[in-house]
T-cell receptor
Framework: NAGVTQTPKFQVLKTGQSMTLQCAQDMNHEYMSWYRQDPGMGLRLIHYSVGAGITDQGEVPNGYNVSRSTTEDFPLRLLSAAPSQTSVYFC???????????FGNGTRLTVT | RKEVEQDPGPFNVPEGATVAFNCTYSNSASQSFFWYRQDCRKEPKLLMSVYSSGNEDGRFTAQLNRASQYISLLIRDSKLSDSATYLCVVKPPGGYQKVTFGTGTKLQVIP
């Protein structure tokens, strides 16, 4: 019963460093997405994908890249970390249509 | 106007009380609606889907009003364990494109 798996759970980066947040799902979901959550801001969509090879920008895409080479994986790349990217990141997936999103446990990222 | 709007609260209610939250949405073509619960910045967890005819799951009742473009969540006989943030989620037609979350309504049930 893996569902949506995010790694790492916690990460501390220095300004300017790069890293990749991993997200994998084993439910054969077409739709995958990345959100960040900051106090008082709710969940904001960074990038999403409706299938392998197809990605699109969400509400706050700047500073982040994604790719979707397989149905299962949807990594989020921070190219040059900034303190403004300190946040909790959630990956979520769903089938198309009227199905709900399933979330991973989140990655807590601090950029110093 | 925001795509999805919720009263952030907090709603402080005594145990056993009934409490209701509303969530308004701007896209009249929105297809699917859900309520999620989130505890202390853990991942959101699905509480219930919202169906056009309204639906109930134990102490929880969800309603959809398409004419006025809002959904509601009613919690009866509140428990201490109901204390959490409740997120309203709206999915566009077809299930693709971006899924929009409300900022959440915080509920605190008091002994």
């Amino acid at each position: 019963n893996a569902g949506v798996t995010q790694t790492p759970k916690f990460q501390v980066l220095k300004t300017g460093q790069s890293m990749t947040l991993q997200c994998a799902q084993d439910m054969n979901h077409e739709y995958m997405s990345w959100y960040r959550q900051d106090p008082g801001m709710g969940l904001r969509l960074i990038h999403y994908s409706v299938g392998a090879g197809i990605t699109d920008q969400g509400e706050v895409p700047n500073g982040y890249n994604v790719s979707r080479s397989t149905t299962e994986d949807f990594p989020l790349r921070l190219l040059s970390a900034a303190p403004s990217q300190t946040s909790v990141y959630f990956c979520a997936s769903s089938v198309a249509g009227n199905s709900p999103l399933h979330f991973g446990n989140g990655t807590r990222l601090t950029v110093t | 106007r925001k795509e999805v709007e919720q009263d952030p609260g907090p709603f402080n209610v005594p145990e056993g009380a009934t409490v209701a939250f509303n969530c308004t949405y701007s896209n009249s073509a929105s297809q699917s609606f859900f309520w999620y619960r989130q505890d202390c910045r853990k991942e959101p967890k699905l509480l219930m889907s919202v169906y056009s005819s309204g639906n109930e799951d134990g102490r929880f009742t969800a309603q959809l009003n398409r004419a006025s473009q809002y959904i509601s969540l009613l919690i009866r006989d509140s428990k201490l364990s109901d204390s959490a943030t409740y997120l309203c989620v709206v999915k566009p037609p077809g299930g693709y494109q971006k899924v929009t979350f409300g900022t959440g309504t915080k509920l605190q049930v008091i002994p």
